[in-house]
Nanobody, 124 residues
């Protein structure tokens, strides 16, 4: 399995921006469909953004559409999440995940590898 390490989280004022990174180990990063999830305190983990199985499409949760952008650089084994116009409700631990199984990109159960998470805190 691929090993994943997130970075880029922090404390940011509402309206600000962050760029999260997810560095992957191994030489087969391009074969994985990747996604971002988040978990706020006292809440269940939720889908944020992901690539389709073939990488040709991107998907976003309604709550982040127009503000978040997912991207990846296969040459650098890295995935990114650009987060703009941050809101207090974006406060959460953000996780990157990798899957090699086809199916819904929204289903966290299909992702076999997860990072340790990076904390994003938005102050109002």
């Amino acid at each position: 399995q691929v090993q994943l390490v997130e970075s880029g989280g922090g404390l940011v004022q509402a309206g600000g921006s962050l760029r999260l990174s997810c560095a992957a180990s191994g030489r087969t990063f391009s074969s994985y469909a990747m996604g971002w999830f988040r978990q706020a305190p006292g809440k269940e983990r939720e889908f944020v953004a992901a690539f389709s199985w073939n990488g040709g499409r991107t998907y976003y949760a309604d709550s982040v559409k127009g503000r978040f952008t997912i991207s990846r650089d296969n040459a650098k084994n890295t995935m990114f999440l650009q987060i703009n116009t941050l809101k207090p409700e974006d406060t959460a631990v953000y996780y990157c995940a990798a899957r090699q199984a086809p199916g819904s990109p929204f289903d966290g159960a299909l992702y076999a590898s997860w990072g340790q998470g990076t904390q994003v805190t938005i102050s109002s």
